[in-house]
């Protein structure tokens, strides 16, 4: 058994600003910078707006409004601008993006999408201003320039329930589950056209693309499953159980692993992504007392409903949305738990995780 040290004897009272100057001073130059430069952002659903903190308290930095329902968020590469999809209510469907710029801590516009309405799953092209984002709606996907504040074109998906998108890195590539048609297509976004449609189960909705982007793992709301695919040709590779209701999956950076929230099991699935094996259950506390009588808190019962996964470029560390309990769950990725719980606000969903601002 380890040797105890004597108590020290500490003054009874130490003011708050001597206590934060010491440990700036103790603290490396690059961990002090590191926390100054990351904010989570985090949508709000119920409350329509976007809400931007701090990563490690879940401390408000500044919040905007945005359109009804907020679902997904993405970042411009260079951290300046945050794009949101305005999804809309049952009653009344959303047919604009929220742009935000990040410096200034307002909204510097809303795009009209015109016909294209439920704008949901969205990802920044890659050395473009443009962004990709569904229309579930019009079952389509639309290319936005951001920067001009139009749509530029349209490619229909001939689905229902267009949900989700992934890019390849270099912005040709993009695929997307189709929840209703139980499918996954695949889009040439230069030649502007579907490449390919596979059928894929029932009610696929999570989607991730590997790093090297060999593979997609998609993940079936209604069977309960993981479908691996080919990410070029579609073909079905493997599939793997996980817990009830997927509904988003994230690559770690290094390819190594895949998260898999699952919302009726209140659960997130960590797989070794080379083996091809679940190697954990992640289990998210549920409140009762905190949970809210919501459509999926009322349908999925004792569950915390995890939604939106973030994870740390580092790969040590993620976030996952608790939209009944209006949480956010910080995990730690290296013992496979959950390290803290963070202060939210009304039904979080989508997140994105910024450095530089």
């Known amino acids: 058994m380890p040797t105890r040290r004597p ?19 103790l603290m490396p130059a690059s961990l002090a910078a590191q926390q100054v430069r990351e904010s989570l952002i985090v949508l709000l659903k119920s409350a329509a707006v976007a809400a931007v903190v701090d990563p490690a308290t879940g ?14 968020v993405v970042t411009s590469p260079d951290g300046r601008l945050a794009v949101v999809a305005d999804y809309g209510t049952g009653e009344s469907p959303g047919r604009t993006l929220t742009v935000i ?3 200034a801590q307002r909204v510097q516009r ?19 201003r443009r962004v990709a984002v569904t229309s579930e709606q019009n079952q389509a996907v639309v290319v936005v320039d951001v920067a001009m504040g139009h749509v530029e074109f349209a490619i229909p998906t001939n689905a229902r329930g267009t949900h989700m998108i992934e890019l390849s890195r270099d912005g040709r590539w993009a695929w997307t589950p189709n929840i209703g048609s139980g499918s996954v297509s695949l889009f040439d976004l230069i030649e502007k056209r579907l490449v390919k449609t596979a059928t894929v189960g029932a009610g696929p909705e999570a989607i991730a693309l590997s790093p090297d982007e060999r593979e997609l793992w998609v993940g ?30 994230k690559f770690t950076p290094d ?27 992640i289990v998210l506390p549920f409140d009762s007392t905190r949970a809210r ?10 569950s915390a409903v995890p939604l939106g996964i973030v994870v740390h470029p580092n790969g040590r560390r993620a976030w996952v949305a608790l939209a009944a ?21 009304r039904e979080p969903d989508g997140m994105a995780l910024v450095i530089g601002r």
């Open 7 to 25: 108590a020290r004897t500490r003054p009874a009272f130490r003011p708050a600003f001597r206590r934060a100057a010491v440990l700036a001073l």
């Open 59 to 72: 401390g408000a930095r500044f919040q905007v409004e945005t359109g009804a329902a907020p679902h997904e």
């Open 101 to 103: 710029d990040l410096a």
């Open 110 to 128: 809303t795009i009209d999408l015109g016909e294209f309405r439920r704008p949901h799953g969205l990802q920044w092209i890659p050395g473009t």
């Open 220 to 249: 079936d709301r209604q069977l309960n499953r993981v479908t691996i695919l080919d990410a070029r040709t579609l073909d079905s590779l493997a599939t793997l159980p996980t817990g009830e209701f997927p509904n988003r999956a």
């Open 255 to 281: 390819g190594r692993r895949v998260l898999v929230s699952n919302a009726r099991s209140g659960t997130i699935a960590v797989y070794d992504a080379a083996k091809r094996q679940r190697l954990a259950d």
């Open 293 to 302: 009588d919501q459509m999926l808190g009322a349908a999925m019962g004792r």
């Open 325 to 345: 309990t209006d949480q956010i769950a910080v995990l730690d990725l290296e013992r496979m738990t959950v390290e803290r719980l963070l202060e939210a606000g």
